[in-house]
Every structure is written in structure tokens, then in C-alpha cells.
């Protein structure tokens, strides 16, 4: 399995400012994912993020709201940009090895809008 | 396409109790089956999971086996504990493809 840290942590942040999420995996990886998870809620995938291309985003998120990088195979960032209290959430990298079938999660990070 | 549906929570036992996690799903091909679990202020960890039909998973007492004729993969165990208060998700995943969860099921273990 996959060791997966994220940072940071949790946030507190304001109205309108942007945040950026990094997600450091201990190996390569072929596919990583970035999900939401609202308070009392399941996992909302956000989008896949491509190694060398744009990331590919599940309906109902835009890349302007969330742009995601990859600029290698063991990291991955998202901003979740002009921040509202609706955006308080978890959000959680996750990650998938070539020809494997299970994903692995980072321990997430808890972001609070106010 | 594919789906999972779990029993809703939450569902409150007291300690050394069984219990039962209803999961069933909907898929067209043959998907790998998954149980994670959240752990209070935690991110989700892999509990067990199953490739094929038949298979059992199993890790920390926990055990689910993969019916296909009934489409089900619920969790069982036999005597749980207090620190097994937590969100069972029960979730799905075509080779190669991306994992689909069910709503999540809230355990509360009472002493």
C-alpha cells in the first residue's frame, strides 16, 4: 500500500481567499484523485488529476474553482480558489497503481470557511 | 451503471454485540469489492475487500463475502467493541477505473 500525506492538515480561512492542498504519496502512482466530503456526508469525487495534462473534473466542478497540477507521478495540488462557507469541507487526495484495483486515501484536510 | 447501496445509520449496538452492514450493488461487468472505514476526524483507511466471487474478505474481526448471485457484500462481525466506532463505506471498482461508494454507515459501539 500507499503512504499518503497531505498538508496541510486543516485550515481555517476567510471569505473569498484560496487555499492550495498538497498531496505527497512514497511512490510512484498511476492515477490520483482529488474527493470532497461535507460534513456527515460520503465522498464526492472532485476530479482525476493527469500527470503532463489538465486534470479531469466530474461534473459539477470547474477548474477555475479548482485547479488542480501534477507535475509528477507522486504529487498532486488543488486550490480551492474564492472560498465560501459552502466550500467548508474534507477534502482527500487519493490513489490508484497501474494495474491495481484498490485506491488509497491520505488522512485528508479538514478546511473551514468562514 | 454501477452503484452501491448500503443500510442507512446510524446503527447503535453495545459492545461485544454482532453486527451486520448491509451492502448491495449494481454493475455490468465484474467489479473488485471494498469496505474503508473512518475513523472519527480520520481520513478513509481499506478494511477488506474481495476480486471475485465467492472470495471472503476479512482484517481486525471484520469479514464480507462476495455473493453474486445475491449482488452482496455485507459486513459482519462477531463481537464488536468500543473502538470500532466509525463510517463503514461499502464501495465498488471496474479494474483500472475509478472506486464508486455508498452513503457510508455510522457505527456507535456503546460500553
Known amino acids: 500500500s500507499a503512504v499518503i500525506s497531505q498538508k496541510p492538515s486543516r485550515d481555517i480561512c476567510q471569505r473569498g481567499t484560496s487555499l492550495t492542498i498538497q498531496c505527497q504519496v512514497d511512490?510512484?502512482?498511476?492515477?490520483m484523485f482529488w474527493y470532497r466530503q461535507q460534513p456527515g456526508q460520503s465522498l464526492t469525487l472532485i476530479a482525476t488529476a493527469n500527470q503532463g495534462s489538465e486534470a479531469t473534473y466530474e461534473s459539477g466542478f470547474v477548474i477555475d474553482k479548482f485547479p488542480i497540477s501534477r507535475p509528477n507521478l507522486t504529487f498532486s495540488t488543488l486550490t480551492v480558489s474564492n472560498m465560501s462557507p459552502e466550500d467548508s469541507s474534507i477534502y482527500l487526495c487519493?490513489?490508484?497503481?497501474?494495474?491495481?484495483?484498490?485506491?488509497?486515501f491520505g488522512p485528508g484536510t479538514r478546511l473551514t470557511v468562514l | 451503471g454501477n452503484s452501491v447501496t448500503q443500510m442507512e445509520g446510524p446503527v447503535t449496538l453495545s459492545e461485544e454485540a454482532f453486527l451486520t452492514i448491509n451492502c448491495t450493488y449494481t454493475a455490468t461487468g465484474y467489479p473488485s469489492l471494498f469496505w474503508y472505514v473512518q475513523y472519527p476526524g480520520e481520513g478513509l483507511q481499506l478494511l477488506l475487500k474481495a476480486t471475485k466471487a465467492d472470495d471472503k474478505g476479512s482484517n481486525k474481526g471484520f469479514e464480507a463475502t462476495y455473493r453474486k448471485e445475491t449482488t452482496s457484500f455485507h459486513l459482519e462481525k462477531g463481537s464488536v467493541q468500543v473502538s470500532d466506532s466509525a463510517v463503514y463505506f461499502c464501495a465498488l471498482s471496474d479494474p483500472g477505473d475509478k472506486i464508486i461508494f455508498g452513503k457510508g454507515t455510522r457505527l456507535h459501539i456503546l460500553p
Open positions: 487519493s490513489v490508484m497503481g497501474q494495474g491495481v484495483d484498490t485506491q488509497y
Open positions: 511512490s510512484q502512482v498511476t492515477m
